[in-house]
């Protein structure tokens, strides 16, 4: 099964208006961390927010906030007020036992390509 | 800028031959990973070091192996180049000493990457 799954492969949304980002995960591992990146034509890997699975409230980072709905192991990502400049590519990506400590391997969904028009 | 820094940007080599991809990590973070973004793969895990050490293995070739200097850096190196070993090779590096599991401290920032054609 898919550890993680991003069901949009492309999005349209126009200018200032806000879009969802959808994200499901499959984990066993009561500890765990939620993250998404977006990646620009350039290539780059930015953050943009961190969701731990401890974590009470959801996430906001900006125009960013991740909708953490852990009984349904999902966690999507809004963004408010599209820009031009958000148009990228978006990935979930989730880390598991993290309790274990050193850091471990971060596993990505297949990416959404979202697209801000005027 | 993440903080992770990776050389060189861009390297276009022949198949069959060897390369080595560098990665600097966040200052004070002791885990580097290794990712390989590919069109017919997607972003693939390759291998972490954590403080010098192998911690884990993910999809990595024989042909590939990395270590971790006492410096903390990192070398990748591809050998026996073969087409479809192009990509997008990012290094990311997290966790600081003493950082509690499940806080903000697990980030993983992302270098800006090496693309690498096989031609």
């Known amino acids: 099964a898919q550890k993680i799954t991003q069901t949009q492969p492309g999005m349209f949304v126009q200018e200032k208006e806000a879009v969802t980002l959808d994200c499901t995960y499959d984990t066993s591992d009561p500890s765990y961390g939620l993250f998404w990146y977006k990646q620009p034509s350039s290539g780059e890997m930015i953050f943009l927010i961190y969701?731990?699975?401890?974590?009470?409230q959801n996430a906001t980072e900006g125009r960013y906030s991740l909708n953490f709905q852990k009984a349904r192991k999902s966690a999507n990502l809004v963004i408010s007020a599209s820009q031009l400049g958000d148009s990228a590519m978006y990935f979930c990506?989730?880390?598991?036992?993290?309790?274990?400590?050193?850091?471990?391997?971060?596993?990505f969904g297949t990416g959404t390509q979202l697209k801000v028009e005027l | 800028d993440s903080g992770v820094t990776q050389t060189p940007k861009h390297l276009i080599t022949a198949t069959g031959q060897r390369v080595t991809l560098r990665c600097s990590p966040r200052s004070g973070d002791l885990s580097v990973y290794w990712y390989q973004q590919s069109l017919d793969q997607g972003l693939q895990f390759l291998i972490q070091y954590y403080n010098g050490e192998e911690r884990a293995k993910g999809n990595i070739l024989e042909r590939f192996s990395a270590q971790q200097f006492p410096d903390l850096h990192s070398e990748l190196n591809l050998s026996s180049l073969e087409l479809g070993d192009s990509a997008l090779y990012f290094c990311?590096?997290?966790?600081?000493?003493?950082?509690?599991?499940?806080?903000?401290?697990?980030?993983?920032?992302f270098g800006q990457g090496t693309r690498l054609t096989v031609v």
């Open positions: 990506a989730m880390r598991e036992g993290l309790l274990t400590g050193g850091g471990n391997k971060l596993t």
């Open positions: 969701q731990g699975s401890y974590d009470q």
């Open positions: 990311a590096s997290s966790v600081k000493p003493g950082s509690p599991g499940g806080s903000s401290n697990t980030e993983a920032f």
